[in-house]
């Protein structure tokens, strides 16, 4: 029987990426996928003849540029481009756009508060400078503390110089920032109630947290860290679909010499003396390796694919507490037309960036508070956006296909388990609130897909439907992901690895957590490193 050098569990574009790696390389990999296509969450399906939905993930910032260069994606088929403008919904039908002409942009938000549009300025210079620290990080291997060996000791030191740069003052700030909520931070700057609400929604997206909780600060600036060619905090969407984006990977990694095998879910990792051999197929197949590398999140693969008697006991409980809470559900609807929405001009520019109907700090606080007893909302905060508006290849000629994301969807009801009809329920209401915008707008449905946590937990695989395989609380994060002593990709058992978005850097469609898995592999290998370290953009 064949005997492969290293098999990755799950063709997530984490997964996919890290095999890329190791196939280049050298190592003979194969990577297995309990589906019949590949991509994971950041996957593109024609669920509606002629409709191509990304269906989970829909749009891209935090890709590594590094990396993105390095596997020469481009060339195999990958198109990023920026999304241009987004406008803001507020309760009472007021809105607030974003243009991508900076002028435009401060004339707009001077119609609001003349306050505001100085002040913003300000607060993205302070994001921009809390962003450029985290993102040096990105491709590195986080230290572990509690080590004396030298290269982390050396890493340890690097932090903190690049901390001190910051100054004193912004360093006081910077720590006092980690442990914010999004909407105290907010206050710092703004005054209108819709400008402070545009700018808390990223603070919320995929976390389960709310915009008065501690610690949202940070998923804000998780948001906002990517680029797109080099514009940093730019968000981008892929030529068709975020599916485009797994693969190229995939073509990479096959160029490589690396196998793809869909079809393939894994039933159990299989352990012999406190090292990982093999994996255990669905179907009972047997397939043997030097190395397994798990892409799953860390509480499935602790608590499902592995033994409990082949897990330390300790890990084992830590896996079990891991916080891994889903929040978010994904309505993509399938449209004959545009939808038109009151209170903007027709500007294309609007079409081809975002919507969010975001009411105000109040009500996505409150969309929170349902979360929390058990339901949905029924004024959720929403993000949508409509690639097909620039984007021929997802939907046919004229058609359009929007995507949008909601805010707060439990993983549990309080009145019982998800069936068909609240699922229904809940897309409804999402339609309810996206027609209160856009007359009209239930006319134009051709097709809906609803997707709740149950859904996207069942067919993905992210434990709860939580789309960052673990929460990004201040706890979860740089050496302490998955788990204080293993954030360095190497788990307990011998020859076994993680690589998907439970490690550091977390969630986004960064392909990071993927790359520094393989670094890490690849020296223990005594092979030469390969993987990109830093973005030039950040030297």
């Given at each position: ?12 574009h984490?997964g ?55 596997l ?10 920026p999304?241009?403008?987004?406008v ?9 756009i974003?243009?991508?002409?900076e002028?435009a ?13 100085d ?16 993102r040096?990080?990105l ?6 503390p ?11 030191l690097?932090l ?11 360093l ?5 920032f ?5 909407a105290?931070?907010?206050?710092d700057?703004f005054?209108?109630?819709l ?19 501690p610690?949202s ?25 975020m ?15 690396g196998?793809?095998r ?6 159990r990792?299989?352990?012999k ?6 994996v ?6 047997e397939?043997?390796?030097?190395i ?22 300790r890990?084992?409980e ?11 559900g ?6 004959s ?13 609007i ?11 109040e ?15 029924e004024?959720?905060f ?7 508006a ?12 929007m995507?949008?994301f909601?805010?707060?969807c439990p993983?549990e ?15 409804q ?18 097709h809906?897909?609803v ?13 709860q ?16 992901r998955?788990f ?5 990709y ?22 990071a957590?993927g790359a ?24």
């Amino acid at each position: 029987m064949k005997r492969y050098d290293a098999i990755v569990i799950g063709a997530g574009h984490n997964g996919l990426t890290n095999a890329a790696y190791l196939a280049r390389a050298g190592l003979d990999v194969l990577v297995v996928e309990k589906n019949d296509y590949i991509g994971g969450a950041a996957v593109t399906r024609e669920l509606h003849e002629g409709w191509h939905y990304s269906s989970c993930s829909y749009v891209c910032s935090m890709m590594r540029q590094a990396i993105h260069r390095d596997l020469d994606l481009s060339r195999h088929g990958l198109l990023l481009v920026p999304y241009l403008g987004t406008v803001a919904f507020g309760d009472n039908g007021e809105t607030l756009i974003d243009y991508p002409d900076e002028e435009a942009s401060y004339l707009e938000l001077k119609r609001h508060s003349p306050h505001d549009a100085d002040a913003m300025s300000r607060f993205q210079a302070d994001l921009g400078r809390y962003a450029q620290l985290i993102r040096k990080t990105l491709l590195r291997t986080p230290p572990d503390p509690a080590s004396f060996k030298p290269r982390d000791i050396g890493e340890l030191l690097w932090l903190a110089r690049e901390f001190w740069k910051l100054g004193e003052k912004e360093l006081y700030e910077y720590i006092r920032f980690f442990t914010m909520s999004a909407a105290d931070f907010l206050e710092d700057y703004f005054e209108n109630d819709l400008v402070k609400a545009a700018m808390a929604s990223p603070g919320i997206i995929g976390t389960a947290l709310g915009v008065e909780s501690p610690g949202s600060a940070y998923i804000l600036l998780h948001h906002v860290m990517g680029d797109v060619d080099g514009n940093v905090g730019a968000w981008g969407l892929a030529r068709g679909g975020m599916g485009a984006i797994s693969h190229a990977i995939a073509s990479a990694l096959r160029e490589a010499g690396g196998e793809i095998r869909t079809g393939a879910g894994v039933e159990r990792i299989l352990v012999k003396d406190g090292a990982t051999i093999g994996v255990v197929l669905e179907n009972g197949d047997e397939l043997y390796a030097d190395i397994v590398v798990s892409n799953l999140d860390a509480k499935r693969t602790f608590t499902r694919l592995l033994a409990p008697e082949d897990v330390p006991p300790r890990i084992l409980e830590r896996a079990r507490n891991f916080k891994i809470r889903g929040s978010s559900g994904k309505v993509n609807i399938a449209l004959s037309g545009l939808p038109r929405f009151t209170g903007l001009p027709d500007n294309p520019y609007i079409n081809r960036g975002g919507q969010g109907f975001v009411g105000s700090l109040e009500t996505m606080e409150r969309a929170y508070d349902a979360w929390k007893r058990g339901t949905w909302s029924e004024d959720p905060f929403i993000e949508s956006v409509i690639p097909s508006a620039w984007d021929p290849t997802v939907a046919p000629a004229g058609k359009h296909w929007m995507s949008n994301f909601i805010q707060y969807c439990p993983p549990e009801l309080a009145d019982g388990p998800w069936t068909p009809e609240k699922r229904d329920a809940f897309g409804q209401t999402v339609v309810n609130k996206i027609e209160r915008y856009a007359p009209g707008f239930k006319d134009l449905i051709v097709h809906m897909e609803v997707r709740t946590p149950h859904e996207i937990e069942n067919e993905i695989g992210l434990t709860q439907g939580n789309i960052f395989q673990g929460e990004l609380t201040i706890d979860q994060l740089l050496f302490n992901r998955p788990f204080p002593g293993y954030g360095q990709y190497r788990m307990p058992l011998k020859n076994f690895w993680m690589c998907g978005s439970s490690t550091h850097p977390g969630g986004g469609v960064s392909s990071a957590c993927g790359a520094n898995a393989a670094r890490e592999i690849l020296r223990d290998l005594k092979k030469p490193n390969i993987v990109p370290e830093d973005d030039c953009y950040d030297e």
